[in-house]
Structure formats: C-alpha cells, structure tokens
C-alpha cells in the first residue's frame, strides 16, 4: 500500500505522486496595485475578455528570494503555470482532463457550496475553468473567473461558451476587487502559494456583500509542511513523517517542474485569518475518501493516513 | 535533539514522553442521568462541597468493550485517575507540582480567556482545581469544578479556600448542566477522553448565556492520531511518524497506567461539532514553545515539529 512521492498508482495517486493535483496559481508581483485596481473595476463594464496585461516571464525564485518575506512580497513572484513542461504536466492530470469530476474531492466541496443560481461569484485561481463553467451552469449571474497563468486562461477562453464567465489575469498577491461585488468566493487549491493570505482575505471579505458564502481549498498543511513530504516505513507501518509542521513559511518542492514554492501555515493560522479579517467558519473538513470512492480505490486506502486536502467553508456576516 | 518517548528530559519533555501532561479525566458512566441531572440542579444550593456519588472503582476497559461506541456510551468509562499508580505519577506532573504556572501552554491559553470578574464560571475536568482557584482569584462570582477523580477532588478541596468554588464529582459522558447557568465555561486537556464530543458541546451551549466564552484545550489531534505516538528518525530527520489521522475513535495508550484510552477526531471535527451545537469559533491555535521558552528551554525545539495541545476559543453567540 505504500505510495511514495513519484510512485504512483491510480489517478489519485498519481496526483498524491506529484504533489497534490493543485490547480492553485503563484502569483507574478511588482504590478501597480493602482494599475489592478482600475482595471478590477473596469471588469463589469468589459463585453469580452481580453488579456489586459503584458506578457510576463516565468519565474523561478532562487531560495535566498524567498526571505524576507516582505521582500519577496514587494519584488517578485512565482509563475510556473507558464513553464512548458509545468503546463504540459499539469493539463495531464485527471483533475485538467476530467474536470471537476476528476478531482477526488469534488463532491465534498460541492456539498459546501450555496445555490448558485443568481450569484456573483469570484473565482480565484480558476485554471481552466471547470468551476467557472459549473457555476455558469448551475445558473451564476456573472462568474469572474480569475489566473495567473495565460496559457491556462487561453485554454479556458477556448472551452467556454458562456457569456456570464468572464477571464481575467490576476495576481492574487496583489490582488485588488471591487468593494461588495460578489456574493459568493470561490477558489480551489491556491492559496497555499500565496505569500500574504491575510492580504487576500481581507480584499475578499470586503468584495463579498453580507450574507455570502466563501468556499475554497488548499492543500492540508500536515500534507505541506513536511521538509521533505511523502510516506515512509516506519516499525512496520506506512507512515507520513510530520517535521517542522510548527515553522509557518515557504516550502520548496518538486511537482511537474523543480523549485515550486509553497506557503505552509498551520491550520490555526489559516483559520485566525478568516476571523480576523471578520469572516465566520462554517465547515472545516480535512479531506478524505468516502467509502465508496475507497471501494473503487482500494489502493487510495494509504490516503487515510493523513489529509491531502483542507476544505473550508466561512461566511461574511 | 531527538525525545523519544520515555525519554524524558526537562519539565516540558517529562510531559511530553508520558503522554501530554494531561488533566482531561475519564468518565465512569452507568450512572442514572436524571439522577445526576437532579444533583446538578441543586448544585447552586448546596454550601459546602461534599462527595455525593458512591465510590467508583477504577475501570480499565477490555478493548472489546469501546466498541461500538454506542454499547460503551451506556455501559461504563474508564477513570483510570484513580488508580494509586496513575495518581501518583500525575500527581508529579510539572503542572500538579507548579500548577498553571507549571503548563507551558497557559500563557497562551490565557491570553484567550475573558475577563473573569464577576464570571459563573464551569471548569469540565478540574483536576487539582489550579483554574478554579484562578478564576476565584481574578473575581470570579461562582466556579463550579466538576471532575470524575475523587481524589483529585481531595485534594483540591483541601488547597482552596475561596468559597467562590464548588467542587463536585461528574461525568463528562453524561454531563447534564442547567440551562444558561454559566457565563464562561473552561476546560482544560479533558475533552478527548469523552466518547461524545457532540453530546457534551450541546450540553455546554445550552449551559452558558448567550454573549458566553467557551475556552478549551485538548491533545492536538496529530499528536493523539498515531498507532504508536513517538519520535523517529527517518533519513536523518527527526519525525512524528502520522499515521491513520483520518480514522477517528478510540486510541489505547500507557501514560502513567497501561490501557489509557482516549478518543481521537480530527481538528474538523471538532470544530465541526462546536458550530453545529451554535458556538462560533473565535481562535484556533495549535500550540508551541514561545521565543523566550524555547531560549530557556532549548530541548523544547524539537516540539516545532508537531503541535502537542490544541487551544480552541468560542462565543455562545
């Protein structure tokens, strides 16, 4: 049953292998918020989507870019999205090719999810538009659907038929949104390669008019913390070796390309920040296989060893 | 800087190689609800404390016995605190000798405490009654400490003088309250010994007035999880090897006494079962050594790697 990183078995798997079949986006920096701010509220009033900013490079942070923190905030993000051999990886996963039904915690977040019909939703990180599609769908008013990376914002263009999605670039390091636009957030698997979440929470909380419903998911930060993450053996038994779980901060790992940075921080804290920024916790679930999806996985059973996915629920009052 | 299990070294590691420091207690169970209900609404009116159930033996239950969980909730608990072996290794826990000032925790779970001026105030598992004779001295009107332990409760009759406290036997299984009785209710590493989390949450909200706190601390759930909690080395790391996380229920371990049993959910479901019950979370913290304790304790850095307590405030709203 043991699965270490790269060895994968199963679509599950497969994602586990590589590092948790994200769809989160870092964020390129050193824009002008001004600059995003007026475009943000240019957004209602644009009839087609179009990429609105220049072309960027991908890059690579080197290590010693990552501290201080604030200086890596004020200069310069990551966008490996864009990476050839990053995008190709990426749109193989089961979760780019099936969509949401792909992704093994679909149902769980569905179940978080208010009715959708009528909304304003914000989309924050949507990749290739899966969600934004469903929302459309599901009978959303208007959906901005929000990355980083052009490529999959192309892909996303093209596979959309709805006139209420609309795309847009967005760094959500830097991100700014009109003040109570939206009734309802969304954003899956991200935020945990966001430098500043306390920034973000606060901009979404004030875009969000009282009485909406904010549902995202990150990967679970015992799955991230780990200096080197993957199942080892133990006195006989499959186990995940948990260290510095308590050193909130970047994390570097290999997933599809060399290098990715990830934000950890604890669950506490993720949790402090979304009251801080006044928003009330509905739902924490820590991810895992139903029954029937074990049944079909048997081998997604090592899964149960500790949580991949964190899903939250919150509400702006 | 590795600390294996029962392998102590300094105050803090004592705690952690025996299993926590704990103060939670186990529930003896089988008593008559509406016998224990009718003792507790006579609580207000009683002036002096005094033994009111029969004497308990100390139970130690088969491994059959926990499950299913329903057969164990109406048969018997476990008060193992009562033991002469257990009790006495307890009672040489940093924190029984030193009281609050002797848990490395409680300048965090301070900090999370309302005023308690004027407070009715219901501390669930009192142990040695250290927080009620806090909450007495910070000008708490009324405590009432409930504890399964009759010896703890011994002894902390014996150190309190305020008559501010009532000390009394009880059962956090089958916990009955009156309703809006409290205005704080405060527990400290008991609540995962009780089989019924939920239960007990619901008792607690209908307990307290609205405008209440509710603050607690329990083992961190990564910490209670594995089939074999320890320290290990794996590719020259120090780990805590996690192992069956999502896989709530009881966990049997040796602290002080063999067959300890406790009961394992995950942060979610904690959480999950305090907003069912009406509560709203207010801070989540997955404690560790502050700056100045790991400089005064520097074998304490180890303690990074994995959360050990879970603090936890909320509002009855």
Known sequence: MRTGLGEASGDFEAEAASGAGDEGHAAPLGKPVQYRHRRFLSWRYRTEAEPSCQPRRALLLPEKALCPRTERISAMAQNIYDQPAFFEGYSSLPRSVHGLAGAAEWESVRALLPDLAGRHVVDLGCGFGWFARHAAAEGAE?????????????????????????????DLDTLELPAAGFDFAYSSLAFHYIADFDRLVRIVHAALVPGSSFVFTIEHPLYMAPSRPGWAEVDGRTVWPVDGYLVEGPRTTDWLAKGVVKYHRTLGTTLNALIAAGFVIRHVEEWKPS???????????????????????????
């Open 142 to 170: 208007s959906v901005l659907a929000l990355d980083l990376s052009e490529n999959m914002l192309a892909r996303a263009r093209a596979e959309t038929q709805s006139l209420a999605v609309r795309y847009e670039i967005a």
């Open 291 to 317: 029954e029937a999806q074990l049944a079909a996985h048997p081998e997604w059973q090592v899964e149960l060893n500790r949580p991949m996915f964190l899903l939250i629920a919150c509400e702006r009052p």
